[in-house]
């Protein structure tokens, strides 16, 4: 079989490495670098904890209330754009309980593989420093305490314990930057994470001693179909014949897809971070700050930031209000995080109306299947959802249950 990946963020990585596993030519093609969307600056959190979609019961009063506020956690710059008016109708549609369950079930059930699959990653020989010392959310209002417990409750089937709300003094033992701003938190023992730049280089180098063909600065702009069946990909550098297609471009996905007919609604929501060399104080874990929306994650000599959900675009310059309010939110947690060289980055994570990824093949082209949606767990679900592809493209059939993920779900 000789597939053609598009996209190497890590989605786009781990599947051609599985795909590359299972004894197929796999081609893959990246319009910049490896993982210069989203998958280099974030957090790194493998957090199966927060599989559940964005579209959540109380998300309309709340994205209603900062919408238009350029420093709001989530922001979405006014502008006439057809498809966006029709992926904010369909988000909010989908924000009820009923929905926000069903999504729930279907995410965390998917995500309950996550660690398992990461470990046999790392067994196959991608050398990655995964640290294992759990996160902690904090809160500052009873509200955000109880909205937190209420995300972690819902993940009990899956293997989480009780949730027990910390006090600030116990919270301060365990996280001494804490200022006394902070009423509480949430301490949940099994997560994860990684430097995320690191692990793209490791996947990257990985796919390199594989054999695959990695073709960088290499733009993806349309596809040439013979009836059902997808023949090349155009780049501009040539086109590239394969049996199989499959498109992992995150945020760029409906770009490529458009060109043969195909619509998936994925919105860019970009994220923004800030990464602290140095930094005055240290965190001992991953942090959520929960008002704020803010993912603190501690690295070797450094401290990032990361957080906020921007809809402007995916050619939107970049809005430097969105970094104020993450060292403005950051205050309100952490004490003497400022002093230290910093570095600001954003990428734009794929989005769903529904919350959920995009696994799956098109109906309309049997040798055209996407992985890409999965807004702030592509770094979890990567792994996972490579074992999902390669099992469809080379066996027919995923071991795992993605019926809820399927692309025609929208039309």
Not at 45 to 72: K, N
Not at 241 to 258: H, K, Q, T
Not at 305 to 315: V, Y
Request: glycine fraction near 10%.
């Amino acid at each position: 079989m000789r597939a053609v990946v598009i996209g190497a963020g890590v989605v786009g990585l781990a599947c051609a490495i599985e795909l590359r596993r299972r004894g197929a030519e796999v081609t893959l093609v990246e319009r910049s670098v490896p993982g210069a969307g989203a998958s280099s600056g974030n957090a790194g959190w493998i957090t199966p904890v927060f599989a559940a979609p964005l579209p959540a019961p109380r998300v309309v009063a709340t994205s209603l209330r900062w919408m238009f506020q350029p420093d709001s956690p989530l922001f979405i710059k006014p502008r006439l754009d057809v498809a966006l008016i029709r992926w904010l109708w369909s988000f909010w549609r989908r924000a009820n309980r009923r929905d926000f369950e069903r999504g729930v079930h279907a995410y965390a059930a998917f995500a309950s593989h996550a660690m398992r699959d990461f470990d046999a990653l790392a067994a196959q020989g991608v050398v990655m420093d995964v640290q294992a010392r759990g996160s902690l959310f904090l809160f500052t209002t009873q509200g955000g305490a109880e909205h937190l417990r209420t995300e972690v409750e819902l993940m009990r089937e899956f293997g989480y314990g009780p949730v027990e709300i910390l006090g600030p003094r116990t919270v301060h033992d365990l996280e001494p930057a804490t200022t006394s701003q902070v009423a509480g938190g949430i301490l949940v023992p099994q997560e994860k994470y990684v430097r995320p730049e690191q692990m793209v280089d490791a996947l990257a180098a990985t796919a390199r001693k594989l054999g695959v063909e990695t073709r960088t600065a290499t733009a993806a702009t349309a596809f040439r179909a013979r009836g059902s069946a997808v023949q090349t990909v155009e780049t501009n550098n040539g086109s590239i014949a394969g049996d199989e297609f499959l498109v992992a471009a995150g945020a760029w996905s409906p770009r490529i897809l458009r060109t043969i007919g195909v619509r998936v609604p994925i919105e860019a929501g970009r994220g923004y971070g800030i990464t602290i060399h140095g930094p005055g104080t240290q965190l001992q874990r991953p942090t959520y700050l929960a008002e704020s929306r803010i993912a603190c994650t501690p690295f070797d000599g450094a401290l990032r930031l990361a957080g906020t959900m921007e809809f402007s675009g995916l050619d939107a310059p970049l809005d430097p209000r969105r970094f104020a309010a993450i060292r403005r939110g950051a205050d309100r947690y952490l004490e003497g995080w400022r002093r230290g060289a910093e570095e600001e980055w954003a990428g734009p994570r794929p989005v769903t109306p529904d919350g959920l990824p995009v696994i799956g093949r098109f109906p309309a082209y049997h040798n055209l299947s996407i992985a890409s949606g999965h807004a702030m767990l592509g770094l979890t679900l990567a792994p996972t959802t490579a074992l999902a592809i390669a099992d469809l493209l080379c066996d027919g059939r995923s071991r795992y249950d993605i019926s809820a993920f399927h692309p025609e779900r929208f039309h």
